[in-house]
């Protein structure tokens, strides 16, 4: 092991030098969506970056340059470039990485549980094991997203309990949660602002300096941990909320007969006002537990945020609504969705990315098929490949025959769908838009039976 | 009577000119925050304007050129300069006005009653007396704030139960309701697009050209009267739900001792955030109802939004916080409502603005008083006038001997507070600022016991 000088007792003016010199070694412990982009990045900016994960598959994957991220632009290559030259390498061997670096990111999933808990566990291993291994005046950040709290009263204790060591005086703690879109996540790491809060002042400055200097980006220094992972968790939870409120008001709108969409459209000419739509449901590995990370600390201070709960439950009961619209619109052509053979376009949880976690299409499939649709599935980014346990097909081969096409994912390629084209190879001609991306007007023109989430006739 | 060109038959292409010629005379009914504006501006592009409204003083005193709003920018000299001119003229008799014009503006209040349900009994009576003195061929503009439908299914069936004739044929109906933010009103009259929809496409050029020429605004054509009032309904609920959603989670905060504020700026910091702020309530004409006129309209559909309701009343909650906040820091220094002099800055409902329609300032001056505090009262807006029965004071007649200040309205005055002076000034010093305008250090520094809404210690 190579001799290092405390990162901690460092100031924080003298980071990007070291770091371009390639005299920090960083340890980034969990190699998804996030933390992969992360190393990467770090190791472009010169850092020696470990990365650990517990699958032997991820690693060994990387460790030979590649990337199973395809719909991150630019990362597959700047994997591969690492790699080569040698400033990143990955490892099964959490204590080991951790035992070499400076600094040991946490970048694992934190998700919740069937019954809405979050899941602390990929978190708590973590600590455990670079608390295990963890070299004094060495700095540990958290960037998964957590519970307003959880670091604090989480993971700093168990990293204190397996090192010995003090918090803020034998080694630095700090949340720095990543803000990132999935599908632009390299562009996003260096162009929105880190917020970085840390439980000591020296670890504040030593890693806004680091990030500043590793990303390129702002940074946004905050009072606490807590303060940071409140950021992170309320930026989401607006857009949870927000969406959860135009599809309250969508539902509504749709029995009023009122488009949703040209309401929407209309409150955009005013200053103060910031659009979201409704649609099928909310998915990704965000959106849809970051509200119970709250809700869970609210349990425990006995102030229960219930209306960000209900934006939740207002969200989740999207799919059953596509499938309500569904049987509206067959019932318009006498059919049922017992014994009709139904096109599920998309499946991915939002547009352009190839990412299923929770995602509303699985919803909608699940029950289309317990209702007794037989639901063939299209989406351009898995055609070939086997989701919900069956093979997506091609457009042609999905549509050929159907009676009903279903839109569950808003990708660019069905926004210019030839409906005169695939109503030509359907039995019947039915189409429910959960993503409202095609024109009601060209839908009716095509001789479509139609409805779209929010859209009153 | 003069002989006139039936508006309805005419190109919407001619309508500039005719009203720079003063050749289109319109009513406005309604000579309050928002119909006197409109009949200055319409009146200024040159239409001949007749302003009608039942009150006898607010008639008189626009034919004196006068006008109360003075926290209108430009608006005084306008009416006066309007009425000068000759070309705007107040009158109590509603169906004269109506008889004489092409077109009737209805600009009439829409509150909701104590059980929250909408009353539209201005908006019937203008309705009827429109319908009672229309002439064929004119054109009826509904301005007020209404649920989405009531123009088509309550406006539109009087008007033609009372004038015999049918809509969109013999008269023209159009939604075009105001979108200005009070204090505001006339650079928003020109800078944010007018949303108008009508019951047939002649009303809708027609009223869309007339806007266009006569506000200098653009003009977004909707499909109809329910779609235009929906859009402002959306707008004006989207802010209410935001408030709500930042006061949901700044009360969880306070708890986990995270400070709202910070929380809320770092996340303006990402490029799809739109920053709301916690507060003492939410008051006006506005948004304290507007949520009701389309609840009303969802529980007569059988689809009730109840996350908007929620919404409504976490904010209608808020003064009851401020009380709470009162009652914490107030103990620190030992000492009860009961029997304290508390000086209550802040009586109009937002910022800048005289005003004190539903004001949030009155729940919080009730709920002192009831509980036996003495409450001298302060606003830069209102000093030596009577409000809630009391005489409003200075500041320092406010605040001398008072044991504990209390921000209920953001005003700008109460941006530099010298709380140092202040505090010399009281005999105990306690601030509990709900609009969380000082800097919490700042108070600290002077000593003062101190909550904010949303402010974790």
Redesign the interface.
Known sequence: MKARVPLLSLSPSKIPSLLKQGRITIAVVGLGRIGLPTAAVLSRAGARVLGADISEEVVEAVNRGRCKFVDEPGLPQMVHDQVKARRLKATTDVGKAVLRSDVSIISVPTPVDDRKTPDYSAVKTASALIGQNLTKGSIVVVESTVG??TVENLVQPIIEAESGMRGGKDFGLASAPE?SDPGNILANLR???R?VGAIDSRTLGIVSALYRAALGA?V?K???P???N??KL??N???D??I??AN??S???E?????SI???N??A??????PHYPGAGVGGPCLPSNSYY?IS??VK???I????R??RE?NDRMPDHVVELVSEAMNEVRKNIRGSKIALLGVAYKPNIKDIQLTPAEEIWKRLTEMGGEVSIHDPMYVGEVVFGTKVRSMDGAVRGADCIVIATGHKEFKSLDLEALGKMMRSRVLVDGRNIVDPAVAARAGFSYRGVGRGR
């Not at 000419?269 to 910031?274: G, M, P, R, S, V």
């Not at 945020?305 to 960000?308: E, K, L, Q, V």
């Open positions: 307003p709290g803000r162009s929105v602002p917020v702002d946004i905050t009072r606490s807590k303060t940071a409140a950021i309320t930026e939870l607006f857009r909320v927000n959860a409120f309250e008001f539902l509504l709108f029995k009023l007969g009122i488009d040209e309401v929407i209309g409150c000419t005013k200053y103060n006002f910031l709250l600390e609210g201070a006995g102030n945020p219930y209306m960000i209900m934006a207002i």
